[in-house]
């Protein structure tokens, strides 16, 4: 296996993990977003205060940056591995 295969597979788990970390961060921002914008307009504070009804997709976001991010720690442990074992 030459050594630009294993830079390719270390290069897309660094490319996955920062896709994690930016859905992540992307999420945080679109549930503040949500939650403040309303308050002024809602005639109810519960939802503001407990997050009820829960608004699943605003998890979506979470979700795939946790999913991103174990493809990318995985790939950059096989990419490391890969990379000491072979030279």
Known sequence: MPLVTCQAI????GFFILLGVAFTLWNKMERNKYYNSILLTKRDVKEFVTHEP???WLNAWQIGGRISL???II???AGGVLWLVLY
């Open 10 to 13: 270390l290069g897309m788990g």
């Open 54 to 56: 829960k608004r699943p």
């Open 70 to 72: 174990i493809i990318g």
């Open 75 to 77: 790939l950059a442990i």
